[in-house]
């Protein structure tokens, strides 16, 4: 489940992006532009384990609460309880 392993990392990068105020201000477009790609990458890694992920889990993703998706991932870190 490499999707699972790289979705804390693109939340991280998410939140570092809308946190990014310099990025913005200097080139609002670029920044628009990193935050569109990062987030078109979870919803597509999130349409790619539905079903195979916890429920709460999907919920947060599903209603873009990747704040608290990645504390999830954070505390729970092989939420599926998979080896891979």
Do not use: T, W
């Not at 991280?12 to 477009?29: M, N, P, V, Y």
């Amino acid at each position: 489940m490499s999707d699972l392993k790289n979705l804390p990392s693109l939340l991280e990068q998410r939140l570092a992006l809308i946190a990014d105020h310099e990025f913005r201000d200097r080139d609002a477009g670029a920044h628009l532009e990193a935050l569109k790609s990062v987030s078109e990458e979870i919803f597509a890694i999130h349409g790619r384990l539905r079903g195979q992920i916890p429920p709460r889990l999907d919920h947060f993703l599903q209603n873009c609460s990747y704040d608290k998706a990645l504390a999830f991932l954070k505390a729970e870190p092989n939420p599926c309880g998979c080896n891979s």
